[in-house]
């Protein structure tokens, strides 16, 4: 032990500090009192400014000069008493604790600097995890990498089933710790919607309800790749994807993507000179280029996978938009060697707060995912996931999508067809099949870093062009959102553009 | 590319299927038909029971054969030209399109093997992450690690606010991607809210908004610690931070705890021979032991910290719940030199599904906190969040902890009593000041080891042993939580664990 009460006081420091003009009393505040007087004496102790061994006033003199109860003063001192910060000796009074180890004296000064500006240890940064974020302003247009209009989400009936999930008397039961894997309920939903929807042959326990696609990436990175593990994607790649695997200290290997997805000669290729250890993909649609992979090349991704025995990360993010066609089945539904992870959720379909996502693979896999959730964030929020059961169940998801399916068709045909009409002289695309974004490939002597800089003259902010360009390949492309912005936004912001475009012509 | 079209056939294999036999159609399934068809197509097609330039019969005859009408027929097979896996020549037909790799043909009972029982890639696994998990059985009483009775939740007021929140015209905003850092609106409120409780000198630029503190833990682990990172923990210690430790690959120090909290003597000596990262805390109370650090140990450590210059974690999981006087104020409230990490949550105040935590520490820090955690799982629950927001801001926070505050109390005096009154023969323990448990230590002879294997025959479940002596000291005690059980609750538990010693007694 390393604290010694002396109950016998050698030497008794009798100080008379000015205690009025030390100590402030706020009547208005919710604090008790007692607590307001214990917290500043503290602060004097640890300054200093009563050292140890203090002869503290009695209660009725302090009470006398603080005008306030005794009973405030003797709730106070019971209270440094008990913390320890003062000892009591019969008949000789209350004394700052003797054993307090020695506190430097602090310059009043920095003291109250705040912490901000202070780091009193030492942490590891990661330059690749430090990314921009838009504080956004009013009148202000942004283009964004294709996200849904949260206008139309169905806010207040999701709300009125967690409400109605949430007054159910057996609740209590879910309100506890719970499983690491997510609400059983809404497992056995997902597995059923999914082998109806996606064609997939899953039980429950093939599954993790994680918090959006994106937790389901990182816990898959953090359990398949170590320091130097092979990675492989698309020469250009969804950039979160690709900082997840930098997070986890992977090699990235990159393969060419054509009109028909990954291209699986490289990956053989590069299968035959690395062990790879896990293939990245988007099938449906690669991110960023929007493109579908082909039948042929997902047969060849399922059959190099066996071969070689890597795990498939299929981020199926865009499964639910497709305008011209049924949605294709992603691998996960033609996979009989159990290599594929599949990750979806429905922050695309429904709105990005509402954080459901699930993860889908080999049971052995889930059953690790699930003891690393475990530390990451304990479990998920089953009150949610219950909401989302109901959700699903009810045929209301579906109903939703096909709601915005519409929509968003109408948008894509009028983004594609003022962006051909207006800026056709500048801009070249194809109009993407599905998904919530083009991918619009900008012609020289044109540079997006340029257009970004003039284009906020017209209050149109294009973000930045790197983040489509991990490879560095100088493609020239940004994907363009349509789906948030409704007709007159989507009018509203290719006239902006135009003006920055023509703006650029001139000055060229 | 990969993918080489042979418009003109050199060879068609006209094959004669029992197309009669192999398509089922469900037409009481929520699938439309000609999906059906074109998943159980594709299916043969992978089998290569269709294989390569196969000739599909005319969608006439198809249809005659399955009885569908031939628009199910013609788009199936529209379905499978767009997807890549037939082609259509024209005067000529329908045909499995001749450029699909090699297929090794599949045994129909081996494909029909669930994903369950093949990993078809390899991954790591962390046999420290491998805990056990209760199934709860009716009519089975757990010892648990001190949890609050979800009975007392306020979950429909809860709900409510939720559903008014989410009712707002202005809600649109909040549910799309949003700040990594946490609802702003709630980050604002817990600053307020922690200086005037606690003591804090903080604003919202110092708090992170995590999913509770077990993720508070993890976050900042994966920012200070790397392998062979030197933390320091008590030598028993929670077992789930010692795991985050351990996952982040950090070298685990111990140092003694005794009944004044962590030996600040030890972590001195420590920090002379070592480089130390971290010093990982539960200050108030200890977990598992639940003593208080006492006022001279926190200022020693703090100024060991800024000595040495580590970070101290401070895990104040038990802060809500002090029944002998008011709260002693946290480390944090009297770190000068930004060396606190101080990390709390509302899942043990109000609910363990309300996964509301906070991480607040030096601005830079919390910078890099939130840049890791938009990869970890993107971003909270801006719905949720605005809720506590308002909850906390209401004062309905505080008044549920003064509600359950009194409701512990009576149920901590009751559960020492009868536990000394019926026990005091088998176990000893000091009366908690605060917090949801008791440590309760076995006496010689009996083992907890063996006391809950007795304890299964009269329906009692004491839980592992193992999670309390992390570091093998062979204590022989274990944390009961008393918060809850409700008074029968209490009274039939204490009963049936004097039942089983009094069985082990009479074996013994």
């Given at each position: 032990m390393d604290c010694i009460l002396s109950p016998e006081k050698t030497?008794?420091?009798?100080?008379?500090?000015?205690?009025?003009?030390?100590?402030?009393?706020?009547?208005?505040?919710?604090?008790?009192?007692?607590?307001?007087?214990?917290?500043?004496?503290?602060?004097?102790?640890?300054?200093?400014?009563?050292?140890?061994?203090?002869?503290?006033?009695?209660?009725?003199?302090?009470s006398d000069i603080l005008q306030v109860h005794r009973k405030t003063v003797v709730a106070c001192y019971e209270e440094l008493l008990l913390q320890g910060w003062v000892e009591s000796i019969p008949k000789k009074g209350t004394f700052v604790n003797s054993c307090l180890p020695d506190v430097t004296?602090?310059?009043?000064?920095?003291?109250?600097?705040?912490?901000?500006?202070?780091?009193?240890?030492?942490?590891?940064?990661?330059?690749?995890?430090?990314?921009?974020?838009?504080?956004?302003?009013?009148?202000?247009?942004?283009?964004?990498?294709?996200?849904?209009?949260?206008?139309?989400?169905?806010?207040?009936?999701?709300?009125?089933?967690?409400?109605?999930?949430?007054?159910?008397?057996?609740?209590?039961?879910?309100?506890?710790?719970?499983?690491t894997y997510g609400n059983e309920k809404l497992r056995e939903v997902l597995a059923n919607y999914l082998n109806t929807t996606r064609g997939l042959h899953i039980?429950?326990?093939?599954?993790?309800?994680?918090?959006?696609?994106?937790?389901?990436?990182?816990?898959?990175?953090?359990?398949?790749?170590?320091?130097?593990?092979v990675v492989v994607v698309g020469n250009t790649n969804y950039i979160s994807a690709d900082i997840t695997f930098l997070n986890a200290k992977a090699t990235i290997k990159r393969i060419d993507v054509d009109e028909c997805g990954l291209v699986m000669d490289d990956l053989e290729e590069l299968c035959k000179k690395h062990t790879v250890k896990a293939v990245y993909v988007t099938s449906h649609h690669h991110h960023p280029t929007t493109v579908t992979m082909s039948a042929e090349r997902r047969i060849h991704l399922l059959n190099l996978a066996k071969r070689f025995g890597f795990a498939i990360l299929e981020d199926d993010y865009d499964y639910d938009f497709n305008y011209n066609h049924a949605p294709i089945l992603p691998l996960a539904s033609h996979d009989t060697n159990g290599n594929v992870i599949y990750i979806g959720s429905v922050c695309k379909t429904v709105a990005p707060v509402f954080r459901i996502g699930y993860l889908i693979a080999n049971t052995s896999f889930i059953e690790e995912a699930a003891n690393l959730r475990r530390i990451v964030d304990r479990q998920g929020d089953a009150l949610l996931e219950l909401t989302f059961a109901d959700f699903i169940q009810s045929g209301d998801l579906d109903s939703h999508i096909r709601k915005v399916l519409k929509i968003y068709k109408t948008r894509r045909d009028l983004f594609c067809d003022l962006l051909s009409k207006k800026l056709s002289k500048y801009v070249e695309f194809e109009i993407p099949k599905g998904g919530m974004a083009v991918w619009v490939h900008l012609k020289e002597p044109y540079k997006w870093t340029a257009v970004a800089e003039v284009a906020k003259k017209y209050k149109l902010d294009i973000g930045?062009?790197?983040?489509?360009?991990?490879?560095?390949?100088?493609?020239?492309?940004?994907?363009?959102?349509?789906?948030?912005?409704?007709?007159n936004e989507i009018k509203e912001f290719i006239a902006r553009l135009a003006l920055t475009m023509k703006h650029l012509e001139k000055g060229a």
């Open positions: 030497k008794l420091i009798v100080q008379m500090f000015p205690y009025k003009t030390s100590l402030f009393i706020d009547r208005s505040c919710a604090q008790p009192l007692y607590v307001q007087l214990s917290n500043q004496l503290i602060q004097l102790i640890k300054d200093q400014k009563l050292p140890p061994n203090t002869k503290l006033p009695g209660t009725r003199t302090l004296p602090q310059d009043y000064v920095e003291e109250k600097v705040a912490i901000d500006s202070i780091q009193g240890f030492s942490f590891y940064t990661n330059q690749f995890l430090n990314r921009k974020t838009n504080e956004l302003l009013e009148g202000v247009l942004y283009v964004n990498d294709g996200i849904s209009d949260t206008r139309l989400t169905p806010v207040n009936e999701i709300a009125r089933t967690y409400r109605r999930i949430a007054s159910r008397k057996s609740i209590f039961e879910h309100l506890s710790y719970g499983s039980s429950k326990e093939n599954i993790l309800i994680t918090r959006g696609s994106q937790n389901g990436i990182y816990l898959s990175s953090q359990l398949l790749l170590r320091k130097g593990d930045e062009y790197e983040r489509y360009d991990t490879a560095n390949t100088n493609h020239n492309c940004i994907r363009m959102g349509f789906a948030s912005c409704n007709e």
